[in-house]
T-cell receptor, first 116, second 111 residues
Framework: GNSVTQMEGPVTLSEEAFLTINCTYT??????LFWYVQYPGEGLQLLLK?????DKGSNKGFEATYRKETTSFHLEKGSVQVSDSAVYFC???????????????FGKGTHLIIQP | DAGVTQSPTHLIKTRGQQVTLRCSPK?????VSWYQQALGQGPQFIFQ???????QRGNFPDRFSGHQFPNYSSELNVNALLLGDSALYLC??????????FGPGTRLTVT
């Protein structure tokens, strides 16, 4: 079956530091990959996505590149802010026979804490 | 444009009872998926509805059932509640594509 593995948290950084959150996956087919963010007390928000190998997803200064050869989708940001403190989830979804996508498979999440 | 909405926000039930959670998808979205998120864990896929039928199911027992209405809204029903069913239940909608948009969730506590 499909699975997603993320680095354990919490990850604590100072403001303006460089961020990397590692994510690797196992899938039977050709999945799309996602990063979702969850702020305290809220639902999940889609941060970025990539649908095929070598695609780079980007949003709000965050980036991740779909690496098929290493089955990875690491999240990076050059300079983090206190407002980036949240839980980040890596996820994948495979296409289904109806032309849509299957349910998402999530990692366990990485809690990011940014200190001023 | 309203996003995905869920009701109720919070719910407290007793073991053995039954519960119904509701979800209204984002306008224009015809696919609804449900997830269970235990405290400190990633969401786990329960099932997905499309055109009023269950299209895919995750590894959850038959106590978990659902329904999708002609207006694409959806319900999640859980029978014979167990303490372990306490979690945040998330609904997500999509226009039958890869991007799923999540609602704020329903926090279910089973005592």
């Amino acid at each position: 079956g499909n699975s997603v593995t993320q680095m354990e948290g919490p990850v604590t950084l100072s403001e303006e530091a460089f961020l990397t959150i590692n994510c690797t996956y196992t899938a039977t087919g050709y999945p799309s990959l996602f990063w979702y963010v969850q702020y305290p007390g809220e639902g999940l928000q889609l941060l970025l996505k990539a649908t095929k190998a070598d695609d780079k997803g980007s949003n709000k200064g965050f980036e991740a590149t779909y690496r098929k050869e290493t089955t990875s989708f690491h999240l990076e940001k050059g300079s983090v802010q206190v407002s980036d403190s949240a839980v980040y989830f890596c996820a994948l979804s495979e296409p289904n026979s109806g032309g849509g996508a299957d349910g998402l498979t999530f990692g366990k999440g990485t809690h990011l804490i940014i200190q001023p | 444009d309203a996003g995905v909405t869920q009701s109720p926000t919070h719910l407290i039930k007793t073991r053995g009872q039954q519960v119904t959670l509701r979800c209204s998808p984002k306008s224009g979205h015809d696919t609804v998926s449900w997830y269970q998120q235990a405290l400190g864990q990633g969401p786990q896929f329960i099932f997905q509805y499309y055109e009023e039928e269950e299209r895919q199911r995750g590894n959850f027992p038959d106590r978990f059932s659902g329904h999708q209405f002609p207006n694409y809204s959806s319900e999640l029903n859980v029978n014979a509640l167990l303490l372990g069913d306490s979690a945040l239940y998330l609904c997500a909608s999509s226009p039958n594509s890869y991007e799923q948009y999540f609602g704020p969730g329903t926090r279910l506590t089973v005592t």
